[in-house]
Every structure is written in C-alpha cells, then in structure tokens.
Nanobody
Framework: VQLQASGGGLVQTGGSARLACKVSGGNLSTIPIYWFRQTPVQSREWIARSATTDRSAFADSVKDRFTVSRDNAENSVYLHMNRLKPEDTGVYYC??????WGQGTLVTVSS
C-alpha cells in the first residue's frame, strides 16, 4: 500500500481547504486512514481518523472544524478543513496501518 497526500497551499484565516490522500496498492474500503500534522510548535500529532465504517474521530484541536470523507471508487480520503486558524499551519500527513505514511503536504494559514 502507498499513500500520496496533496492539496496543501496558502489559505487565509477563516478559510477552508481540502487535502486528499490517494491510496494505491490496496482496497481503501478495508483500510482505515489517519491524518496527522506537524506544526512549528508541536511535534507530529494525530488529528483525524477515517474509519472503514462511518465512524470518524477528531482531536479536540480540530473537532467541529475538520471533517473527513472517503471515496472508495477513487481510493481517496479527504480531510476537509474549515475555519482555519494560523495555528493550523503545518505539514499534514496521511497514514495507514503498519506505519505506512504518505509524504506530507504543507498548509499555511495566513493571519
């Protein structure tokens, strides 16, 4: 299984962005995907889970602002980020089980 994250960029405070995690070499419908981020002031932290069932979970720091969705036909998981804050600036990673990581994608939220 390989993961490829994309969708980062520059966003204004209060804006929205969508990150994608493309899964190859596996069937997404059987693979939970986790989102992590690393910020200038925080080591890599877990922020969201996209389960194979409809049971997502979020860290308190992003709860009520971020959502996840998955498109099994496209083998992709999406992290929808709303009401972005400068402290959301960081490199975002998607991860599958067995320590399989995608490359990071940088999100910069301007104040």
């Amino acid at each position: 299984v390989q993961l490829q994250a994309s969708g980062g960029g520059l966003v204004q405070t209060g804006g929205s962005a969508r990150l994608a995690c493309k899964v190859s070499g596996g069937n997404l419908s059987t693979i939970p995907i986790y989102w992590f981020r690393q910020t200038p002031v925080q080591s890599r932290e877990w922020i969201a889970r996209s389960a194979t069932t409809d049971r997502s979970a979020f860290a308190d720091s992003v709860k009520d602002r971020f959502t996840v969705s998955r498109d099994n036909a496209e083998n992709s998981v999406y992290l929808h980020m709303n009401r972005l804050k400068p402290e959301d600036t960081g490199v975002y990673y998607c991860k599958a089980a067995d320590n399989i990581w995608g490359q990071g994608t940088l999100v910069t939220v301007s104040s």
